[in-house]
């Protein structure tokens, strides 16, 4: 199903290169501002912990956000190739980015972060549509009551 809520293609890009940017930022925030707290010697830690914060959020961040803006990219693609919005576009945007970001590991790596990408936003895709029906409201044809209550109509 379309959603017609968002962007066209070449916002919708920058968008969501721009939310996974942040959340990879906060994420790594936490992430390596505990790891640098718990690895920094006693009497050091708030700096040790600042210190990995600066050094390595920022990465984080940027690895999520080339993830989410070719993601992006790729389903932004397939919609103007297939000229439908399905679970189609999205599995395939995954298999294109895992095997893009894998490709400097080689062919082999390539396809097998390709297959597992693809895999994986098959189960998203899969789980999504599954809470749609699960929680869509029953639309199961009723049979109205009869005339005159629950009484038989005597003859």
């Given at each position: 199903m379309a959603d017609h809520t968002r962007d066209p293609c070449p916002w919708v890009i920058l968008n969501d290169f721009g939310g996974a940017f942040s959340m990879g930022a906060v994420g790594g925030t936490v992430w390596h501002g505990i790891k640098g707290f718990r690895n920094s010697p006693y009497g050091e830690r708030r700096i040790g912990a600042l210190t990995a914060?600066?050094?390595r959020a920022p990465v984080?961040?940027?690895?999520f956000g080339v993830w989410g803006g070719l993601f992006s990219t790729f389903d932004c693609a397939m919609k103007g190739i297939r000229k439908k919005e399905d679970p189609?576009?999205?599995i395939t945007a995954g298999f294109l980015t895992g095997g893009c970001l894998a490709i400097r590991g080689g062919w082999k790596a390539a396809r097998n972060s390709a297959i597992t990408c693809g895999i994986l936003l098959a189960v998203i895709?899969?789980?999504?549509i599954g809470l749609n029906r699960?929680?869509?409201p029953n639309t199961a044809v009723e049979q109205p009551p009869m005339p005159g209550g629950d009484r038989p109509i005597a003859a």
């Open positions: 914060i600066k050094a984080l961040g940027g690895n189609y576009n999205a895709e899969g789980v999504g699960m929680m869509a």
